[in-house]
């Protein structure tokens, strides 16, 4: 496999629900992220991994829950969520942050369409 | 802090027809710049990017852009345009080192037969 696979492409769950999403690049890359697309907004980032550190937080609400146990694989743990938290979640992935071989460019995966009943 | 402005939330084109998406970035060093594509149900696709060199990038599918910078500008162009092309364009600006790079809203593109 190449690139940056998420799984699963498509989770519906209930309100009381606890499920995960899951992506893993093959690109060789150290920082990982996590990005919220809701019909008719921009682009939302979430969560930044570096090294396996989690280096930016955007203020996200702790119903979403990221793991990120090496540079490879980057985890959501969804419980209790709202309808409103319905949205494609693309995970993305680059060299490394903060060292001048990153250059900002962005590998994604097809992401993972989630709907909260 | 750098942000990106497309001013074009949507974009109605003819088969056939030349293109071009508007985008305008705001940065304080030496911006790299990046055009996204995303076909619906899609993650976004590297279309093509700029560092330095050269200000006229090419990228896939046929895909051009010009990086301006007395006009902080990097607006994508296609000569002609086909009914594939039909997708959401996102541009994006970021720079070497620890930033990560903003995104713009997005263009829909709507290509008509």
């Known amino acids: 496999e190449t690139g940056v696979t998420q799984t699963p492409r498509h989770l519906v769950m209930g309100m009381t629900n606890k499920k995960s999403l899951k992506c893993e690049q093959h690109l060789g890359h150290n920082a990982m992220y996590w990005y919220k697309q809701s019909a008719k907004k921009p682009l939302e980032l979430m969560f930044v991994?570096?090294?396996?550190?989690?280096?930016e937080n955007n203020s996200v609400p702790s119903r979403f829950s990221p793991e990120c146990p090496n540079s490879s694989h980057l985890f959501l743990h969804l419980h209790t969520l709202q309808p409103e938290d319905s949205a494609l979640y693309l995970c993305?992935?680059?060299?490394?942050?903060?060292?001048?071989?990153?250059?900002?460019?962005?590998?994604f995966g097809e992401g993972s369409r989630l709907t909260v009943l | 802090a750098q942000s990106v402005t497309q001013p074009d939330i949507h974009i109605t084109v003819s088969e056939g027809a030349s293109l071009e998406l508007r985008c305008n970035y705001s940065?304080?060093?030496?911006?790299?710049l990046f055009w996204y594509v995303q076909s619906p149900g899609q993650g976004l696709q590297l279309l093509l990017k700029?560092?330095?060199?050269?200000?006229l990038v090419q990228g896939i599918k046929g895909f051009e852009a010009e990086f301006k910078r007395s006009q902080s500008s990097f607006n994508l162009r296609k000569p002609s345009v086909h009914w594939s092309d039909a997708a959401e364009y996102f541009c994006a600006v970021g720079g070497r080192g620890s930033y990560i790079p903003t995104f713009g809203r997005g263009t829909s593109l709507i290509v008509h037969p």
């Open positions: 940065y304080g060093a030496t911006p790299y």
């Open positions: 993305a992935s680059s060299q490394e942050l903060g060292q001048g071989a990153d250059t900002g460019e962005l590998f």
């Open positions: 700029y560092f330095s060199g050269d200000t």
């Open positions: 991994y570096n090294f396996k550190e989690q280096t």
